[in-house]
């Protein structure tokens, strides 16, 4: 019996590899790593602890994983321009965690992004940021809903104080105002925190804004987002070094233990492949996106942000109220193989969490597998056969994705221009 389900487990798994092969996934938080580096995701590491930094851990048999935690570290220094990383939290949340509980004491005021707003959980009062204070309050924003409203901003820090604001979301178009975030944060003692878990790999691409120059005091992300490693977090800045062993310690005991050695090797990996082709692979992201809007709108859909040329980033958003709302349409789209999520868009009420108005679009993986404009339009045609048309497109999915399967922006492809293979 355990071995049957054993068995069925691994079917499962193997399903899924299969399925998602032929679909098109458009997760703007979603990401696929290069065959190298997925192939070392079963190394001799998976099983190892090394609590501590390299050359002084807790644990004995770490001397490759310490070569390899310095050089990511160092590789990371040098792609972000900053002069600390912590590569310990084994996510995003994780290094928000790592952060709220080392900044933010018992009854701050914090000010983030609001859920509709475009705010992650972890932001939240039933998040990560809500152990340590339930003093929430929202960043402004302006009509659109896509960027701070900047006086309201500066009354409420100026009139509220917050211990810290972050900025940075998870529907995330355009760039936040940092500097001037940060000129009205200095005035009153506020540290600007960045969560770039989405945006990641466009800043380490310089094809968005660079947080730390303009004025944050760190960043946090995932790593698996636009930037296309496995699944962990990091967190970096340029603070001083007394202010840094606050968050060093935030990161470990503070959110984590053993910083699972297995993905931390990955990360390694990919960051070679993104030093070298990341800012071709970011730049092509953000093209995708923007023509992904105009093709979208083009066919007939309400794209969102539409006088600001609906994105700067990986992501578009799209309100479907008019074709059933954001979880009909979304599942509609999943049952013809393209993934894609429901969201919240800034003008809603928090009530509509279960079926809000919109669709969040994102580029970073079908652009890692080697889409390009013209593909963009592809999709955008075959979303409105299904939604508007009411067609069934799946076949049609399939075969257009069987055409894109290896994946681009890595050194995958150096070893197909070796191979003796015709
Ligand atoms: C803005 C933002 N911060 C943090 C996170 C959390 O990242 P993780 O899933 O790596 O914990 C997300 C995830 O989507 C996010 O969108």
Redesign the pocket.
């Known amino acids: 019996m355990n071995y049957q389900e054993f068995a069925r487990t691994i079917g499962l798994i193997k399903e899924q590899d299969e399925w998602r092969d032929r679909c098109l996934n458009l997760i703007a938080?979603e990401n696929v790593q290069s065959k190298k580096v997925r192939a070392v995701a079963g190394s001799d590491f998976v099983h190892r602890y090394a609590e501590g930094h390299p050359g002084e851990r807790y644990y004995k048999g770490t001397r490759y994983i310490d070569d390899i935690e310095s050089n990511v570290k160092r590789d990371l220094k040098k792609l972000f321009n900053c002069k600390h990383t912590e590569v310990r939290p084994i996510?995003?949340?994780?290094?928000?965690e790592a952060i709220f509980s080392k900044f933010v004491n018992a009854g701050d005021v914090v000010m983030a992004?609001s859920t509709p707003g475009?705010?992650?959980?972890?932001?939240h009062r039933m998040g990560a940021l809500g152990k340590f204070t339930k003093n929430i309050i929202d960043i402004p924003l302006s009509e659109d809903g896509y960027h701070v409203d900047l006086d309201k901003a500066k009354f409420l820090i100026q009139s509220t104080k917050p211990a810290v604001i972050v900025l940075?979301?998870?529907l995330?178009l355009f760039p936040e105002p940092v500097k001037e975030i940060s000129d009205i944060c200095s005035e009153e003692g506020t540290r600007v925190i960045y969560?770039?878990?989405?945006v990641l790999g466009l800043i380490a691409g310089k094809r968005f804004q660079d947080p730390l120059s303009e004025g944050a005091l760190l960043i946090?992300?995932?790593?698996?987002?636009t930037y296309f490693g496995p699944?962990?977090?990091v967190i970096i800045s340029n603070m001083d070094d007394a202010l840094w062993r606050k968050v060093d310690r935030g990161a470990f005991p503070g959110s984590s233990s053993n910083h699972h050695l297995g993905t931390l090797a990955q990360m390694a990996l990919c960051t070679c492949e993104f030093v070298k082709f990341g800012e071709a692979y970011a730049d092509q992201i953000i093209r995708n996106a923007k023509a992904l809007g105009v093709a979208l709108d083009k066919q007939g859909f309400t794209v969102e942000a539409k006088a600001f040329g609906f994105t700067e980033s990986h992501q578009v958003a799209v309100n479907v109220k008019a074709h059933g709302g954001g979880s009909h349409v979304s599942n509609l789209l999943e049952e013809n193989d393209i993934i894609l999520n429901m969201n919240m868009l800034p003008h809603e009420p928090l009530k509509n969490h279960d079926n809000p108005e919109g669709l969040r679009i994102g580029t970073p993986e079908m652009t890692r597998f080697g889409m390009k404009e013209p593909e963009m339009e592809r999709i955008a045609a075959l979303m409105k056969e299904c939604v508007i048309d009411g067609k069934t497109v799946k076949d049609e999915v399939n075969k257009f994705r069987a055409d894109y399967q290896v994946v681009k922006y890595s050194f995958d492809e150096e070893d197909a221009s070796l191979s003796s293979d015709p």
């Open positions: 938080s996510s995003g949340t994780n290094s928000n992004n475009g705010g992650h959980i972890s932001h940075g979301k998870s995330f969560d770039a878990a989405h946090t992300a995932s790593t698996h987002k699944q962990r977090g």
